[in-house]
């Protein structure tokens, strides 16, 4: 018999303080109105000194639980998307899977940067299509304020931080998910990254060792000239248009990008699912916490297609189009 993964629960956290943009005027050099007009940001969310990834993580996952009285004393397997780990090592999810009490989970971290949620599902579809897992926790999870240089006011105004998970099952039939497509362009890896263990990229010193350094410039226009093209791969693998769809879920960047990727692959605005107004980018997280309020504020309906496309650092990108079935 074969097997097949549908989505059952979903969560998220963010955390109680807020940045405004009028936080940032006595910060950098910028305004609320500079910063609406060119991102559609009006605050985001920052966790205490004191709160980690694993803490949101854990908040999201309990989230879940409470919305829909699931037990997860049976998932066995933790997949989690991030880029700013408590540790280098364990992994955020062994973290949460001891936390859970969840004895009989395997645990794995994986780092696609913003693609890193829809990589996580793909991964979760695989595993479950494969027979090798029937219960798996898929988390984006990010503390971005934490490597965040908010000296830089092209960047520092971006970030934000937050959670969001969802529960992928195995059934038997009606499956969730309906196609993928996944990549990354490493030659333009340049225009994001975030130092580590290695001082130099390139044959260039880094800058700002510890912290976020984006080419905003570069990966706007490659998002721009690329993700439409990988939107239609996507929907042609299944003989869909864009007009077949009931909603967009891009990762949560920038408003003005989601404008022109929108225009440039024929879909409707009104069709984009986003978080970053009162979020921000918040990385992996941004297209689980999308979906969190739009079924907050019950725009989306079961039976509901759904494209989500994540993409940045690598510059790596995933899609997943799937049917809303919580």
Known sequence: MKSYARITAQGAYVPSKIMTNADFEQIVETSDDWIRQR?????????????????????????????????????DMIIHATITPDYHTPSVASYIQGRLGLTNAGAMDLNAACAGF?????????????????????????????????????TCILFGDGAGVFLVEYVESDPSFITSHSGSDGAKAENLYCSALSSEMYGNELENEGNIVQNGRGVYKWAVGN???????????????PQDIDWFVPHSA???????????????????LMSLAYYGNTSSATIPLAIDLALKEGKVQQGDKMLLVGFGGGLAFASTLIKLSL
């Open 118 to 154: 829809t990589y996580g599902l793909n991964v979760a579809n695989g595993l479950i299509s494969s027979g090798q897992n029937k219960k798996v926790l898929v988390v984006g999870s990010e503390a971005l304020s934490k490597i965040t240089d908010y000296t830089d006011r092209n």
């Open 227 to 241: 993700i439409p093209s990988i939107i239609h791969q996507t929907l042609t693998k299944v003989d869909m248009t």
């Open 254 to 272: 920038n408003a003005r990008m989601i404008e022109s990727i929108c225009d440039k692959a024929q879909i409707n605005v009104d069709k984009a």
């Open 39 to 75: 991102t559609g940001i009006i605050e985001r969310r920052i966790t205490e000194a004191d709160e980690y990834t694993s803490d949101m993580s854990y908040k999201a996952i309990m989230d879940l639980q409470q919305k829909y009285d699931v037990d997860l004393s049976d998932v």
